[in-house]
């Protein structure tokens, strides 16, 4: 469990509840259905059904929500994706798929003991959360429950995570960054050691900042070089980052700060409080059905 708060695995940016948010777009069945509906790729799946909770949203709602892309990127699908079927379809279909991925990387696991209890205690905290100020946690709040555990799993670890997604964005810009210059932060923060964002250590080196934005790849950001380098020098000029690229300790002071102050706002979100028993007790019944899932996804989580 995090040392910053007990809280960080029910409100899993990077915990074990990402595994089953990654089905709503890392599957075949996924794919292929929104494949039908005439989607043109994963990231197009991707903004649709990630704004979909919220209406048929005008662009400008969507590049908010969407936080650390560029503009242009989200503009590329948004409001394309309402011309090819609307808000309400994008989720029937997004959940039967889900409900279909779900049922063949879990098998017997979704009618157990253990799926039924997780789906439980995961659904006391989702439906209860504050979402004031929190427009993606809102959205996905205002959706009907689905009946089925493994469902309600996926259900519940959406709302968790984009409440603290949300929650994540507020301290962001009420620190002063914007959505370019929070990566290269991001990154110096990884490979300096800091385990919230570990796995992007292996990104947190000046080239990537001199690489040109790549459309194919559904997780770049797309920002251009030229917006990359003014980004890492208002870092530099913040006292943030060095002239190497590696963080400073006010840098990495400040990075951790933010990661205590999102998870707090994260928690005190939530009227329903897990203990260290049962947070320990999620993460112990966790293990099973992410060890399967993360067998069959086709994006890594």
Aim: proline content about 7%; hydrophobic content about 45%; overall charge negative.
């Amino acid at each position: 469990m995090s040392t910053l708060t007990s809280g960080r695995f029910v409100l899993p940016a990077l915990g074990l509840g990402e595994v089953f948010f990654g089905a709503s777009y890392g599957t075949p069945e996924t794919r292929e259905a929104f494949a039908e509906m005439g989607f043109a790729d994963r990231q197009m799946d991707y903004f649709a059904a990630r704004s979909a909770p919220m209406g048929a949203v005008p662009v400008e709602v969507a590049i908010s929500a969407a936080f650390g892309f560029h503009p242009d990127k989200v503009r590329r699908y948004i409001p394309a994706a309402w011309e090819l079927a609307s808000p309400d379809e994008i989720l029937d279909v997004q959940r039967r798929a889900v409900d279909v991925a779900l049922t063949r990387l879990l098998g017997g696991w979704t009618s157990s003991p253990d799926a039924a209890e997780i789906a439980a205690t995961t659904r006391s905290v989702a439906e209860h959360c504050d979402v004031v100020g929190r427009p993606l946690t809102a959205g996905l709040a205002s959706l009907p429950w689905p009946e089925e555990p493994h469902m309600v799993i996926w259900h519940a670890f959406t709302i968790l995570r984009e409440l603290r997604g949300d929650s994540h964005n507020a301290v962001l810009v009420a620190n002063g960054f914007d959505g370019c210059d929070c990566h290269p932060m991001m990154m110096a923060g990884a490979a300096g050691g800091c385990a919230c964002h570990a796995a992007f250590s292996r990104f947190a080196q000046l080239a990537r900042v001199e690489t040109p934005p790549d459309p194919s790849q559904g997780a770049d950001r797309e920002w251009p070089v030229a917006d990359k380098r003014r980004a890492v020098e208002r870092l530099r000029d913040r006292g943030l980052l060095d002239d190497d690229f590696s963080i400073t300790p006010a840098g990495m002071e400040l990075h951790l700060e933010m990661e205590r102050a999102t998870d707090a706002a994260s928690v005190a979100a939530c009227a329903r409080q897990l203990d260290a028993s049962e947070v320990e007790r999620v993460a112990d019944l966790m293990a099973e059905p992410v060890q399967l899932i993360r067998k069959g996804l086709t994006l890594p989580v």
